[in-house]
C-alpha cells in the first residue's frame, strides 16, 4: 500500500475514534464534534482509496463528488450513496453558530461513518 494511503487512513482513524468516543459520553457530549468527525473519517477513507488507485481529487468535502470519481473501480459502493450524502452536510453544517446536532443526528453520522468506514478498508485489505 502506498505510504499516502496510510497516511490518509491514519487520519480517518483519528476521526473515528473521536467520533466513536465523543457519541457516548454521558457528561457534556459535543454532538456537533461526532458528526463532523463522523464526516471527516468517511471523507478520508474515500480520499485514502482513490489515492490508493491514483484517481485525482479536487479539495472538497462533498462526499457524493468523491463517490462519483471512486465508482468505475468500486461499482458496489453506490450503496454508499445514501450515508455519504447525509455525511456531506456535517463538513460545514454544524460548525457555526445557529445549527446544532442532537443525539439521533449524532448517532446516524456515526452509524453511516462506520458503514462507509467498513466497507472502504475491505476494499483496501485492511481488518474491519
Not at 442532537?102 to 452509524?111: D, S, T
Request: aromatic share 8%; glycine share 2%; charged share 30%.
Amino acid at each position: 500500500m502506498k505510504q499516502i494511503t496510510l497516511e490518509w487512513i491514519e487520519k480517518a482513524e483519528g476521526d473515528f475514534v473521536t467520533a466513536e468516543r465523543e457519541v457516548v459520553v454521558s457528561q457534556s457530549p459535543n454532538y456537533d464534534a461526532v458528526c463532523f468527525h463522523s464526516q471527516q473519517c468517511a471523507e478520508k477513507y474515500v480520499k485514502a482509496r482513490l489515492q490508493e488507485a491514483s484517481i485525482p481529487f479536487p479539495r472538497i468535502h462533498d462526499l457524493s463528488v468523491l463517490l462519483d470519481r471512486v465508482l468505475p473501480i468500486e461499482p458496489q459502493w453506490e450503496i454508499l450513496r445514501d450515508a455519504l450524502e447525509s455525511l456531506t452536510a456535517f463538513a460545514v453544517e454544524y460548525r457555526y453558530p445557529g445549527e446544532s446536532a442532537n443525539e439521533r443526528e449524532a448517532r446516524e453520522a456515526v452509524a453511516a461513518c462506520r458503514e462507509v468506514r467498513r466497507v472502504v478498508r475491505g476494499a483496501l485489505s485492511l481488518d474491519v
